[in-house]
């Protein structure tokens, strides 16, 4: 079956550029999108086909899609990114599929 | 204004079943995709169910044969009935608005805030 894999956790200073990695089988060839949740709250769609930003997310958040290997990256990091982030994909064996998440720290 | 409202969660003894419904209102329900996605404390996110407009659904291995998605178009709603529960499927359970072009770039666009399903004796 197919599977997304996520570091555990990334660190960034505030201001700083974050990239959160997201691995799969030819992953390249799929449209992952990214949530992000904070605590006690539902996830919030982020980037979705790859690279495009639904309205109301802020601009220093963007994606790309290239090989084994999907990116979400934050410019810019501020505070209140401190969350986890989950890409998201579909495959033909495991229909919808999450990574295991990623915990930014903004230090 | 999107909006999407679990119900129907609670207590269940092992080997149980319940019905989640989720009620939806600011958009028109029959042209898309819904999902239920669920997450234990402290975990992450697992994919459950799916059903397409045409009424199509999918499963995760882990609920194939007892769990069961629908929708009812008229009442703007979305169900899953969970029939022999088991302690593992405790989670907070979230109904989920999805797009994409015949499955392969789906996303989920709107969520709402979750339902708690406790398994126990």
């Known amino acids: 079956s197919y599977e997304l894999t996520q570091p555990p956790s990334v660190s960034v200073s505030p201001g700083q550029t974050a990239s959160i990695t997201c691995s799969g089988d030819?992953?390249?060839?799929?449209?992952p999108c990214w949530y992000q949740q904070k605590p006690g709250q539902s996830p919030v769609l982020l980037i979705y086909?790859?690279?495009k930003r639904p309205s109301g997310i802020p601009e220093r958040f963007s994606g790309s899609n290239s090989g084994n290997t999907a990116t979400l990256t934050i410019s810019g990091t501020q505070a209140m990114d401190e969350a986890d982030y989950y890409c998201?994909?579909?495959?033909?064996?495991?229909?919808?599929?999450f990574g295991g998440g990623t915990k930014l720290t903004v230090l | 204004e999107v909006q999407l409202v679990e119900s129907g969660g609670g207590l269940v003894q092992p080997g149980g079943s319940l019905r989640l419904s989720c009620a939806a209102s600011?958009?028109?329900?029959?042209?898309?995709?819904m999902h239920w996605v669920r997450q234990v404390r402290g975990k992450g996110l697992e994919w459950v169910s799916a059903?397409?407009?045409?009424?199509?659904?999918f499963y995760s291995g882990s609920v194939k044969g007892r769990f069961t998605i629908s929708r009812e178009n008229a009442k703007n709603s979305l169900y899953l009935q969970m029939n022999n529960l088991r302690t593992g499927d405790t989670a907070v359970y979230y109904c989920a608005r999805g797009w994409g072009n015949n499955w392969v770039d789906e996303w989920l666009d709107s969520w709402g805030q979750g339902i708690l399903v406790t398994v126990s004796s």
């Open positions: 600011g958009f028109i329900f029959s042209s898309y995709d």
């Open positions: 998201q994909a579909w495959d033909s064996s495991t229909f919808v599929l």
């Open positions: 086909q790859n690279n």
């Open positions: 059903i397409g407009t045409a009424s199509d659904t």
């Open positions: 030819k992953l390249g060839d799929k449209y």
